[in-house]
C-alpha cells in the first residue's frame, strides 16, 4: 500500500546525535532560554513603562507585560515541547538507539513554505496521513520536494526528529496553492513534532489540494 514502511529498524545513536540531544536537555541551554526570557521581558517593561509615563493618572504598563509574558510562555512551550519532551529526550539518551523509518513514495503532497516554518510534506500510510515538516526539508531536497526513497530518522521516545534522507526521483505530487495552516483536516490536530501521522484519510488530502487548487470563479 502507499506510503507503508518498507524497514523500520534501530541502530546505536552516533556521537553527533547524542551531543545535539544532550545540548537540548543542558543546564547551558535552560539557562540560556531564563537570560533570553529575562531580558525580553525587561525591555517590554521598560517600553511600556516609559509610554505610560506620557499619560500620568493611569498605571496600565503591567497589564500588556503580563500579556506578552503568557504568550512568550505558551509559544516557548510550543517551540521547545516543554518538561514532557525534555525528560522524553533524557530516556531517549539512556537508551542509545535511533528508529530509521525507510518509505517508498509513489505520491505526496506539498505545502510550499511560510516565512520560516518550512515546507510541509504529506503521504499516505494506511488509513492514516503522515506529515514531515520543518526548515531541513528545503535542506536535504532541491526545491523542497520529496524524493521516492525516504528515510526518517527520530528517536523512539520523544520522537525527535534528527536526519532526513532523500534518493531517487520525484513521486507523483500535489503541489498545494494554499499554506499548510489554512487546510482545515488538521485544525483539531496537535502538531507538536516535525514527524508524525495523523488519522487523516489521504483522499481527503487529495481532494482538499485539488479543490483549493482549482482557480476561482468570478461571479
Not at 551531543?19 to 529575562?38: M, N, P, T, Y
Not at 506578552?68 to 516543554?82: P, Q, S
Amino acid at each position: 500500500m502507499d506510503g507503508k514502511t518498507m524497514n523500520l529498524h534501530t541502530r546505536p545513536l552516533s556521537r553527533k546525535e547524542l551531543q545535539e540531544l544532550r545540548g537540548i536537555v543542558s543546564w547551558q541551554a535552560a539557562g540560556g532560554r531564563a537570560v533570553l526570557f529575562f531580558v525580553l521581558v525587561c525591555l517590554a517593561g521598560a517600553m511600556f513603562r516609559s509610554i505610560n509615563h506620557l499619560s500620568p493618572g493611569l498605571v496600565w504598563w503591567p497589564i500588556p507585560v503580563a500579556v506578552i509574558v503568557i504568550l512568550m510562555a505558551i509559544y516557548a512551550k510550543r517551540l521547545t515541547g516543554g518538561a514532557a519532551l525534555r525528560r522524553e529526550i533524557r530516556r531517549d539518551i539512556d537508551a542509545g538507539i535511533v528508529e530509521e523509518h525507510e518509505f517508498s513514495l509513489s505520491t505526496a503532497a506539498v505545502f510550499q513554505e511560510v516565512e520560516d516554518e518550512g515546507p510541509v510534506w504529506l503521504w499516505p500510510d494506511g488509513h492514516q496521513t503522515l506529515r514531515l515538516s520543518g526548515q531541513q526539508l528545503s535542506r536535504i531536497s532541491k526545491n523542497g520536494l520529496p524524493r521516492r526513497r525516504l528515510t526518517v530518522t527520530v528517536t523512539p521516545k520523544a520522537r525527535r526528529l534528527l536526519h532526513v534522507q532523500c534518493e531517487g526521483e520525484h513521486p507523483e505530487l500535489l503541489i498545494a496553492r494554499e499554506p499548510f495552516h489554512k487546510c482545515p483536516l488538521f485544525f483539531d490536530k496537535k502538531l507538536t513534532r516535525f514527524y508524525e501521522p495523523h488519522d487523516v484519510a489521504w483522499q481527503k488530502v487529495v481532494d482538499y489540494v485539488k479543490m483549493t487548487n482549482e482557480p476561482t470563479r468570478q461571479p
